[in-house]
C-alpha cells in the first residue's frame, strides 16, 4: 500500500477530480491511498460526487490555510 500525495493548489472546477482521475488510472494500485491538497471553492462538494462516480471511498476532508482542503482517497 503506498500513498501518493498530489498538490492541486491553483486548479479550478473541473481539473482537481480531473487530475486525480488521472492519477487513479495510471499510476495507483486498489489499497492504496490518494492525498489531496486543493484549495477550488467546490472541491469539498466536487469530491464527494467523484468518489460516488468512480466507486472510491473518500476516508477524510479537513480544513486547511487559506481556504484549502486536503483529504485522503482509498483506491
Known sequence: MATMVLDLKGLKC??????????????????????????????ANDLKRWGERVGK???????????AKRCQVKI
Not at 487530475?19 to 477550488?40: F, H, P, S, W, Y
Not at 477524510?60 to 481556504?67: C, I, L, P, R, T
Open 57 to 67: 471511498t473518500v476516508l477524510w476532508v479537513k480544513d486547511e490555510d487559506n481556504g
Open 14 to 43: 473541473p481539473q482537481p477530480t480531473l487530475q486525480m482521475t488521472i492519477k487513479v488510472r495510471t499510476e495507483l494500485k486498489a489499497g492504496d491511498v490518494l492525498e489531496v491538497v486543493a484549495d477550488c471553492p467546490t472541491f
